[in-house]
């Protein structure tokens, strides 16, 4: 590394990333994705959009596929953060009628 500021960026990508490893934050699993489905035909388009990127820039492609990934995690983790909904407050006691 020749300058101190990209030696600080890669120091604070690591930290970050092994922060990330280590935490109990949650991250997309790809398990829900439904290849049988009627009409997987974006899905595929997609996955092959994403092997041929893969395959002709592999770097770059592997690199943004990280980084979009990791930004993710803390996008979807940051909205849980801000847009939790507070407990529903508890049902107001009535006595019962004791006329029929």
Do not use: C, N
């Amino acid at each position: 590394m020749t300058s101190w500021v990209t030696a600080m960026s890669w120091l604070m990508m690591v930290v970050v990333v092994g922060y990330l490893m280590v935490s109990t934050w949650r991250f997309y699993s790809f398990k829900d994705i439904d290849f049988g489905s009627r009409r997987p035909f974006q899905l595929i388009v997609l996955i092959a959009v994403l092997i041929a990127s893969i395959w002709f820039f592999s770097r770059p492609a592997l690199f943004a596929i990280a980084i979009l990934y990791m930004a993710s995690g803390v996008l979807w983790r940051l909205q849980w953060i801000f847009h939790r909904k507070a407990p529903p407050a508890p049902p107001v006691y009535r006595e019962a009628s004791h006329t029929p």
